[in-house]
Structures are given as C-alpha cells and as structure tokens.
C-alpha cells in the first residue's frame, strides 16, 4: 500500500514562483526521498534527508522533514519552465533498501 | 556508466501472447527493483532482488507474471499469458545503497 500521499495532486505556477509540495507517510521512517518523473521518462533522486535531519538544501530545492507530524515538504525556489514534471516522495521504513512512493504531484511551470 | 538499461522500450503484443521485459542494472549495485505505473494504481512495487536472490514479490499480482535475476547483471520480468490489464509502463531501477536508478521503462501495450 502507499505510504506516502502527496498535496496537492497537481500544481501549476508561472515562471520564477515557487512550487511547494507536501508529503504525508504514516509509519516510522529512516529516510524519505524526493524523485522527479518527466513525462515518459524513469524516475530520477532528487534529494535525500534523513530521519534525524529537519531541513536539507540542493540548488533551488529545499526539503524539509517534520517527524512528528510525518511529513515533509519539497520546496522549488524561483521555478523554471524546465521544472514541469511529477515530483515523488518515497518512505525507506528500513525494509532492505526497499521505498515506498507516493502519488506523486503533477507540476507545470508556465512560461 | 550507462545507467539502468532496460529493453524494449516500446512493447505491442496481443492478448495470450508471452511477454518478456529485460533490465540490466548499473554496475556494482545489489538490489535490483521491478515497478509497474498505471495512471490508475501510480507506482507499484512487483518484486525485488538482493544480490541476485527474490527477497520480495508480494507485489506481483499474478502467478502469470514471473522475475528471474541469473546473475548480477541481468534481470527479466515475464508475463505469460498476457491480458489487456497489464497494460502498463513497466521500470526496472538498481541501488547500491538508497538511493534508486530508475530505467527508461517499457511501455507495453496488450492489446
């Protein structure tokens, strides 16, 4: 089953606004990961933070964890037409490097 | 390196057809990780592999679809018989710790 649900489902922005995105999960984790999916194209890592981590920067993404909630979020600074695609988070419970993925969340970024 | 390479990219086949999907994974990398992505069900976990051994394969949905890992470097996920339901874009994706390397995927069609 999913454990990781992402909000919204889909998102559309203009160029230079920044895209947020939310992911919830519902069990413990040791990490949670951000994955990015242009349209007909595999899976690709963004971003890794860990369970004892709170906030991790990359370039224009941040990531932030709250534990106690079970959430994070995916935060693109200053968007770019380039940034259109679906953004996945996924939960690695310490299950033999096995993640769990989200829904995903459809962004379009406008030129 | 040439990342995960699965073949064929494109699949058509008719229904009652034997199907098989090929993947190499990225060199140096123990696990090895089959999905399948439906706009329906997102992003399913079908099985996955631990130096070349099944070590979970609750996500194959039937006993038509089977995985087989001969060696380090070569995987197949086979479907026979084949249904229009298994319709799907089909990705294989490696790690060595965490993070996963996603292939281009196989688009079959069952027609």
């Known amino acids: 089953s999913q454990q990781g649900e992402e909000d919204p489902q889909a998102l559309s922005i203009q160029e230079g606004e920044n895209a947020t995105m939310n992911c919830s999960y519902k069990?413990?984790?040791?990490?949670l990961q951000w994955y990015r999916q242009n349209s007909g194209r595999g899976l690709v890592h963004l971003i890794l933070?860990?369970?004892?981590?709170r906030e991790k920067h990359s370039g224009r993404l941040r990531v932030t964890l709250d534990t106690s909630k079970k959430s994070s979020s995916l935060l693109i600074t200053a968007s770019r037409a380039a940034d259109t695609a679906s953004y996945f988070c996924a939960t690695d419970h310490n299950a033999g490097n096995m993640l769990t993925f989200g829904g995903g969340t459809r962004l379009m970024v406008k030129p | 390196d040439a990342g995960v390479i699965q073949s064929p990219r494109h699949e058509v086949t008719e229904m009652g057809q034997e199907v098989t999907l090929r993947c190499k994974p990225i060199?140096?990398?123990?696990?090895l990780f089959w999905y399948r992505q439906t706009m329906m069900r997102g992003l399913e976990l079908l099985i996955y592999f631990n130096n070349n051994v099944p070590i979970d394969d609750s996500g194959m949905p039937e006993d038509r679809f089977s995985a087989k890992m001969p060696n380090a470097s070569f995987s197949t996920l086979k479907i026979q018989p084949s249904e229009p339901r298994d319709s799907a874009v089909y990705f294989c994706?490696?790690?060595?710790?965490?993070?996963?390397?996603f292939g281009p995927g196989t688009r079959l069609t069952v027609t």
């Open positions: 060199s140096g990398h123990d696990y």
């Open positions: 933070i860990r369970s004892n981590e």
């Open positions: 069990t413990s984790i040791n990490n």
């Open positions: 994706a490696s790690s060595a710790r965490t993070e996963q390397y």
